[in-house]
């Protein structure tokens, strides 16, 4: 009996095993119904960081959903294999997907943590988490355990194991929107990858198992000992010695966060530009997942130099119409430290702080607390120039003579440092505007450009998106058809009170200059120099609108442009970096050039996908010499105006610095011309000028258009901007005149007169004519007989001086 009832009892116990394996069978079947094929990651191409660059390589900005770096394992460095090895998989290289022995210590870990209602730990290989995170899903499930290792054991299988650790570890998350260890290695300690020690190595390989548990932000004890744990486990498994573990462990950790976007200061504007174009040209995906890799125009130097000079003209402006007031005010009674962070920098200056005024020192001095809790102060001195704003009158009330004028006590005030230590001065965020561009006139590459004090205060970008009535700055091109149409730099036009009739019922338009007298007759060169109206709208109408749009329209300054008189002193709105580009074409021979801020554009893999330069250049790339000629490559650029007059033009420009507007410019000492701009009612302010190479357009206004001032113009506000600009741009370079084309006579006249005068004598300049135009010519003499029999425009009745300043100068 007991033989028999040990033998029905193996066989019910060897059925009951025989129905548990076909149901596990089963199960397994049902669950691995259709797995992935692992075959798809040998096209393994993940969401990769898309990045902006300078053109000397500096990094510029950052675009991504997913932070990430693909490193292909060759250049992955052992150490960090080693660190992420030992944290998460020591037997990667020898188990076949999965690791038994660690199924088993997880099993007995689950048991308690069943029994304790926690969360139940994987066990989970580095295969297994390359199948989990890249062909299935993240749930806490037994099936998709199951799946996962099915998965892990095939991929083993398929890939050698140096494979699956580069998919690994460029896929894995590691916090702070960092994915894979290239992206975190930059992101957390701003290194690449063959930078990082031991102890940095142990820190991202700690972070997989919880990425937000370990960050050392806010948990950095936690943090702390997870890498230690690891820098253990490297030691243990032989990848480091004793002294190196001791070393690692006594290291501090210190990590320093990476932002997303714009990766360098004051290229904020320049960097979003950018964006927007890759965004439309690529779409979303292509800009924040292809990886794209992209060489842009942008000149670091002179990217420096320009917004330099902006903010210091803008708060040059605000100065002179007074101070504002505080940002706010706060107790200063006990711990004032938190108020003021909480009050927020927003200046978006670097070396502007926020301070708290605590007093007031017996020196007038003014006493203050920084944000970081210490104390220093404002001499009187810096505080001399804040004024009372007159906003409604754009003027300022009287000097202050003592620091309780200007601020009292919890006033939170924008500082920076000056002189001594512990001294600073009173700053305040201009409530006027500007921008710059700065170009190659030649291609169009732009160089610098910035569209505001700082991104931060405002992202609205003044060079790209304001539209802006150019005033005297569109004069050039008017002066350009004149060129084209007969006259001559020193054709004599009548600088007197005019008026045009406006249709019926209507009044006549009596246009004004900004100055209260007038020349008479008086040269081209003069009238533009001095930035007469009336002289360019009698130019105007005698060459004939019609004619003159079509400059500004061909040189791309306009997509449309009303063959409206008032348009010829600049009433017709348009962009700075449009009118910049416009001027480039008279410094660069008449040549069209379009504004381009991207060289070229390689996709992950480093293949060219775009080239702004798409020209062929034959015979450039033989591989050896045999006294054959240079290859040249073609210019294939549209001629928007002759040689001859773009340089008549460039040399009138000239005159406008030398003794006429622009003279403030003439502090650069070298070669240089230029037109200032300025709207009615002094709203909108502008200079745009060139050297030989480099063309350069400033604006100055306030957002929401009101006057500047009565006496502010483009001399005041916009020209300084450009000489400041162009004394850093070109202070290691020569001074190179302008290129004289073919086809032009220089001949000695008096400035003044525009009559042929001895060269060397008091007042001659070198004046350009078109050959055949010259002195002594017969279309010169025939010119000048019909000047003589010229018919005046009908002019107002009245006195020979404006009474008011209304109109465009």
């Known amino acids: ?87 998460e998989d020591k037997n990667f290289y020898s188990h076949p997907g999965v690791d038994p022995s660690g199924i088993m210590r997880a099993a007995l870990k689950d048991v308690v943590n069943v029994l304790e209602h926690k969360r139940l730990e994987g066990a989970s290989t580095i295969t297994q988490q390359v199948a989990k995170n890249l062909l299935l899903n993240n749930e806490v499930k037994f099936s998709r355990k199951i ?29 702070e929107n960092s994915y894979g260890v290239a992206a975190a290695a930059l992101n957390y300690f701003n290194k690449s990858l063959d930078q990082l020690d031991i102890a940095q190595a142990a820190f991202l390989a700690a972070l997989p198992k919880a990425p937000a548990n370990y960050d050392p932000r806010y948990n950095k004890q936690a943090a702390l000992q997870r890498r230690n744990w690891v820098i253990n486990q490297m030691r243990e498994n032989g990848y480091i010695t004793r002294d190196q573990e001791k070393a690692a462990l006594a290291e501090p950790l210190v990590t320093q966060m ?34 794209l890799q992209v060489r842009s125009t942008l000149d670091s130097r002179l990217q420096n130099f320009a917004v330099n000079a902006l903010r210091a003209g803008l708060v040059r402006y605000d100065r002179r119409h007074g101070w504002r007031g505080a940002i706010n005010n706060i107790s200063i009674d006990g711990d004032w430290k938190d108020a003021l962070q909480n009050a927020g920098n927003h200046s978006g200056i670097p070396t502007w702080r926020l301070a708290v005024v605590l007093g007031y020192g017996r020196d007038r001095s003014v006493r203050i607390g920084l944000d970081d809790g210490t104390e220093a102060n404002i001499p009187f001195e810096q505080l001399s120039w804040a004024r009372p704003e007159h906003k409604a009158s754009a003027s300022v009330g009287a000097a202050p003579t003592r620091p309780q004028d200007v601020v009292k006590p919890g006033d939170v005030v924008y500082v920076e440092p000056v002189g001594d230590a512990g001294h600073y001065g009173l700053r305040q965020v201009p409530e006027v505007n500007g921008a710059i561009v700065v170009m190659d006139p030649h291609t169009g590459r732009v160089y610098a450009l910035s569209g505001g004090f700082s991104f931060a205060s405002s ?29 001559t730099p020193e054709s004599k036009v009548l600088d007197a009170p005019v008026a045009f009739p406006q249709g019926p019922g209507l009044p006549m338009w009596t246009p004004k200059n900004f100055e209260k007298h007038f020349l008479g007759l008086a040269t081209l060169r003069r009238g533009i120099a001095l930035s007469r109206n009336l002289m360019t709208i009698r130019l105007a109408h005698d060459v004939g609108m ?22 010829s002193i600049g009433a ?7 009118m910049t580009a416009g001027y480039a074409q008279f410094v660069n021979g008449g040549k069209k050039v379009t504004p381009k801020l991207i060289d070229r554009i390689q996709d992950r893999n480093g293949t060219t996908i775009y080239r702004e330069d798409a020209r062929n250049c034959d015979g450039c790339n033989t591989w050896d010499w045999h006294n054959q000629s240079e290859p040249l490559l073609a210019d294939t650029r549209q001629q928007t105006l002759d040689p001859r007059t773009a340089f008549q033009v460039v040399s009138l420009l000239e005159g406008v610095v030398q003794y006429g507007t622009g003279r403030t410019v003439s502090q650069v000492g070298k070669p240089l011309a230029g037109k200032t701009g300025t709207s009615n009612d002094s709203k909108d302010t502008w200079f745009i000028g060139f050297s030989p190479d480099l063309v350069c357009g400033v604006f100055v206004g306030f957002d929401d258009p009101r006057t500047l001032g009565r006496v502010e113009q483009g001399a005041t506000t916009a020209a300084p901007i450009f000489r400041d600009f162009m004394k850093d741009a070109l202070a290691e370079q ?76």
Not at 547 to 565: F, H, N, T
Request: aromatic share 12%.
């Open 147 to 175: 799946r996962e290792a099915i998965l892990a054991v095939k991929l083993d299988s398929t890939f050698p194991k140096d494979k699956i650790l580069e998919l690994y570890l460029n896929e894995i998350f590691l916090g």
């Open 459 to 487: 992202q609205f970008d003044r060079a790209m998106q304001a539209q802006r009535q150019p005033g005297s700055a569109f004069k050039p091109f008017v002066y350009a058809a004149a060129l084209d149409n007969g006259y």
């Open 258 to 291: 990476r932002p997303l976007g714009i990766q360098t200061e004051d290229a904020d504007y320049f960097v979003e530009e950018v964006r927007r174009l890759l965004y439309a040209k690529y779409g979303a995906k292509g800009l924040y997942d292809a990886g």
């Open 1 to 87: 009996m007991l033989r028999r009832f040990f033998y029905y009892s193996g066989l019910t116990l060897g059925g009951l095993v025989v129905v548990a394996i076909l149901a596990l069978g089963a199960y397994v079947y049902s669950v691995s119904r259709g797995l992935p094929d692992v075959d798809q990651l040998k096209n393994y191409q993940p969401p990769v960081t898309t990045r902006v660059y300078a053109s000397n390589g500096d990094l510029l900005g950052e675009y991504a959903r997913q932070r990430r770096f693909f490193v292909p394992i060759a250049f992955v460095p052992k150490l960090v294999i080693h660190a992420f090895t030992s944290a």
């Open 572 to 578: 017709y709105e348009t962009t700075l970096i449009r």
């Open 546 to 567: 019609d004619k003159v749009v079509q400059y500004p329209l061909r040189m791309g300054v306009y997509d449309k442009l009303p063959a409206y008189l008032s348009n």
């Open 734 to 809: 020569p001074a190179t005149p302008f290129r004289t084309p073919p086809g032009i006579i220089l001949v000695s006249v008096d400035r003044i007169t525009g009559e042929p005068e001895s060269a060397g004598s008091a007042g001659a300049i070198q004046e350009a004519y078109k050959a055949g135009t010259e002195p002594g010519s017969a279309s010169y003499l025939d010119q000048t007989a019909a000047q003589t029999a010229q018919k005046p425009v009908a002019t107002t009745q009245g006195p020979t001086v404006d009474e008011g300043t209304g109109g465009l100068y």
